[in-house]
């Protein structure tokens, strides 16, 4: 089988309208990775009156049910035929499906506790689902527009600054929509807003690629399980997926963490706008530097770099609700920092691997690559608010609407949002120091 046809692959550098333009499919892969992280926990908790641990069920098995989706996805993505290009039909699609069940996740009808949990669970399976086949396609074109190792670390920190802004504007945004409003049309006309965001970046996302210089991909030989095997081989990529899903984990306790930490621990709704910008804003500014800095000293170093500022961070927010808030800010505010390269230099190795997988073979399994990968990330950012939900329901977490909760269930706000997103970054690094795939073999293949 032939390797992906790519335009111009004789040369490294992409215009810079193609940067932006695939940059810009992040606005939607941004608001729909961080709004439900953040408002879906606090919504059916403290809105819905759930119970927190069912509650972080509730969360976790529709995008656990994309671990299953995403390599199939990818797959499907492989196999497409279309004079748009193999892969922008579905950024369409899908995109718009996403959108239309986003706003519907936050928009149940008043009914019993029971027959609006089932409204969230059901709205929200099929807002993942729609999700797995934008995400794949989007991401896979990335391995697919350069041979450059270098250029997809310039191409990846354009997305990389994309999703930082978007990040950014909806994290902060959603919670100051919701609390305008107040009660159940806040959390609606949140989510109507937020829809209208994610159609905006699919949008963009498939106009901005028009131009990209991706030609026919071949799909590659053999069944999904076939191809899965294989992918599971390939160690580098292994020990990255890992570590990346480990990292992602962590990152979705912060973001469940944060409106309780804001609401319980420092007693001030608004502080959820500034912890978030902290948290996020550094990537703004902090995302070309990053990539300079791989490229001077290579991306695993980077890699590790930034995890290990990400935990020192997360250490030090530890001191919410002991030490002055401005303490708690610029703890988070060095995890922004850190959280920055954690997303750059993952976002670029990946593509690495599963270019040099269809360079080595002839036989593109750059979606099933992609799928795995998309699939790890959704499963860790999923796994985050369950496990931020189970750790207050044993610090004994009293659900409702201004409920007045004890210290342990204080405690274990601040026990899930900060030591135990640093355990996890900390642990991640033994995977990562495994990893060997560098520039000269990825050049060379």
């Known amino acids: 089988m032939s390797a992906p046809v790519i335009a111009d692959a004789s040369g490294t550098s992409l215009p810079r309208r193609v940067r932006i333009g695939y940059g810009s499919g992040s ?62 039909p579905w950024l369409l699609r899908a ?69 930082a802004l978007t990040i950014l504007l909806v994290g902060a945004s959603a919670p100051l929509i919701r609390d305008q409003v107040g009660g159940r049309d806040g959390y609606r006309l949140m989510g109507v807003v937020m829809a209208l965001v994610i159609l905006a970046g699919v949008v963009a996302g498939y106009r901005g690629t028009r131009h990209a210089p991706v030609g026919t991909v071949q799909p590659g030989a053999g069944s999904l399980r076939d191809q899965l095997r294989i992918v599971s081989g390939a160690r580098d990529f292994r020990l990255l997926l890992t570590t990346f899903v480990v990292q992602a984990l962590a990152v979705g306790c912060v973001l469940a963490g944060v409106d309780y930490l804001a609401e319980d621990v420092l007693d001030s709704a608004g502080a959820v706008t500034v912890l978030f910008a902290c948290f996020v804003a550094p990537a703004l500014l902090l995302t070309p530097v990053w990539s300079a800095v791989g490229q001077r000293v290579g991306k695993k170093t980077g890699y590790v770099a930034s995890s290990l500022l990400l935990a020192a961070g997360s250490l030090g927010a530890v001191l919410a609700g002991s030490a002055p808030a401005a303490v708690l800010f610029a703890a988070v505010a060095v995890s922004g920092v850190g959280y920055a390269g954690c997303q750059v230099f993952p976002m670029a190795m990946m593509p690495d691997a ?33 496990v931020f939900a189970l750790v207050l329901q044993l610090g004994g977490y009293r659900s409702g609407s201004g409920a007045v909760q004890p210290d342990s269930a204080v405690t274990a706000i601040v026990v899930g949002f900060s030591l135990l997103p640093a355990a996890l970054v900390l642990l991640s690094l033994w995977w990562l120091a495994r990893y060997s795939l560098d520039a000269s073999e990825v050049d060379a293949a």
């Open 95 to 163: 995109g718009s499906l996403l959108a239309v069940t986003f706003a519907l996740i936050f928009a149940a009808p008043a009914m019993s506790t029971g027959l609006e949990t089932a409204w969230v669970l059901v709205m929200f399976l099929a807002c993942a689902s729609a999700y797995a086949f934008f995400q794949v396609p989007y991401v896979s074109m990335a391995a697919e527009m350069t041979p450059s190792y270098d250029e997809r670390t310039r191409l990846m920190t354009w997305r990389v600054s994309i999703l």
């Open 27 to 88: 606005v939607a892969t941004g608001a729909f990775g961080t709004v439900p992280g953040l408002m879906l926990l606090p919504y059916l908790t403290d809105e819905i009156g759930l119970a927190a641990g069912l509650a972080g069920l509730v969360v976790f098995l529709p995008k656990a049910w994309d671990v299953l989706l995403n390599p199939v996805a990818g797959r499907i993505s492989d196999r497409t035929t279309d004079p748009r290009g193999p892969r922008r």
């Open 354 to 386: 599963a270019a040099l997988d269809t360079r080595r073979t002839g036989s593109n399994r750059v979606g099933v690559y992609t799928g795995v990968w998309t699939a790890g990330e959704t499963f860790g950012l999923a796994l985050g608010p369950a």
